[in-house]
């Protein structure tokens, strides 16, 4: 059966061995993007200890939270969402989500859905008005997702790599 729990400590090391299958995931769609150019990224090792730091920030930080999709006591899925206090420029409360990820043979099951539902209706508890989030412009599949529960292109970021 399908549970959607907050993450908590004890979930540190399955959670961070998803984290970085998203992390390499992500990386995978950088090099379709830039076709023959390669960005230089660090060993798996390197990148293990960063997400691993960054993970355990995020376990104890209280304007982070992550909800967990599990199955069968198995994580299968999870959304990293923060908030943030209100700018000069904007005044109401924001939301961000950091990062999300459904394990590829889990996808197309209802999880995805699930887990961001949990999370915007934490958002709207916070009395949260606007929620943003980065994805790939070649990530079609969730751009879809998002644009389905209502999520508008707003601004753009564009990247230019030096060979």
Do not use: W
């Not at 990293?80 to 990062?99: M, R, V």
């Not at 999300?100 to 008005?129: D, N, P, Q, T, W």
């Amino acid at each position: 059966m399908m549970e959607i729990r907050k993450a908590n400590q004890k979930d540190f090391k399955e959670l961070l061995e998803i984290v970085l299958k998203c992390t390499i995931h992500h990386h995978d769609l950088d090099k379709k993007m830039l076709g023959h150019k390669k960005l230089k990224r660090g060993s798996i090792k390197e990148l293990k200890e960063n997400e691993s730091k960054i993970l355990k920030k995020d376990l104890k930080k209280s304007d982070t939270i992550i909800f967990i999709a599990t199955e069968k006591d198995k994580i299968v899925g999870f959304i990293n969402i923060s908030f943030s206090k209100k700018n000069a420029n904007i005044k109401s409360k924001l939301g961000e989500i950091d990062d999300f990820f459904i394990l590829e043979e889990h996808r197309k099951k209802g999880i995805g859905e699930m887990l961001l539902k949990k999370a915007l209706s934490l958002f709207k508890l916070k009395k949260v008005k606007s929620i943003s989030l980065n994805v790939s412009a070649n990530n079609l599949p969730a751009l879809n997702f998002y644009e389905k529960f209502g999520f508008k292109e707003f601004m753009k970021r564009i990247s230019f790599y030096i060979e």
